[in-house]
């Protein structure tokens, strides 16, 4: 079973709409992360949470709201979906190094691939 | 600010040749990590490598090979005898140790020809 999944993997919703994308991550990471990847954009960081209480926006997090169910669960919501959020979405889990700090080495789920009309 | 440069959009090979792809980036901080991931028309993510900012060694893994130069902040990947399964995109990102989040470039897409 993959580390890092993501439901669901395709969706088509009409502008106006809330959507949510959920993330699990069974890798016991402590830090997740959303990201919307544009073509020709490369990845952009929308949230990223360090642990179940600390919540952070990332450079283009306006019209995301993001919830930290647990530890192993991070859901991204476009509360009213507009056409320019259609992208390729992703999750990622951080893992931790030996010494007690972080290298940020990103950890990714498969994707959802979300068209907004 | 961070900033990662992949000025390369496009490249294309034949199978055997090799390539390189070029990464810069910008940081004002002394202790930060480089990555290169690799994203093939699946569409998947897949970490390949990560270097500490300290470790300006070089390093090969197969085919695979990383050029990190502190002096002209680059972390170029360089793949030899390119094979067709190469074909991706390949993104280049910069972690800020201290913020705790990646910056990526745009990204290079990597076409190999038979």
């Known amino acids: 079973d993959a580390d890092v999944t993501q439901t669901p993997r395709n969706r088509i919703t009409k502008t106006g709409k809330r959507i949510m994308l959920e993330c699990s991550q069974t890798?016991?990471?402590?830090?997740m992360y959303w990201y919307r990847q544009d073509p020709g954009l490369g990845l952009r960081l929308i949230y990223y949470s360090f642990d179940v209480k600390d919540i952070n926006k990332g450079e283009i997090s306006d019209g995301y709201s993001v919830s930290r169910q647990a530890q192993a669960k991070f859901s991204l919501s476009l509360e009213s979906a507009i056409p320019n959020q259609t992208a390729l979405y992703f999750c990622a889990t951080s893992a931790p190094m030996g010494a007690g700090g972080y290298s940020d080495t990103q950890y990714f789920g498969p994707g959802t691939r979300l068209t907004v009309l | 600010a961070q900033k990662v440069t992949q000025a390369q959009t496009e490249i294309s090979v034949v199978e055997k040749e090799d390539v390189t792809l070029d990464c810069v980036y910008e940081t004002r901080d002394t202790t930060y990590y480089l990555f290169w991931y690799k994203q093939p028309p699946s569409g998947e993510l897949v970490f390949l490598i990560r270097r500490n900012s300290f470790d300006e060694q070089n390093e090969i893994s197969g085919r695979y090979s990383w050029n990190f130069q502190k002096s002209t902040s680059s972390f170029n990947f360089t793949i030899t005898a390119s094979q067709v399964v190469d074909s991706a995109v390949y993104f280049c990102a910069l972690s800020d140790t201290n913020a705790g989040k990646s910056t990526f470039g745009d990204g290079t897409t990597l076409t190999v020809k038979p």
């Open positions: 890798k016991g990471h402590d830090r």
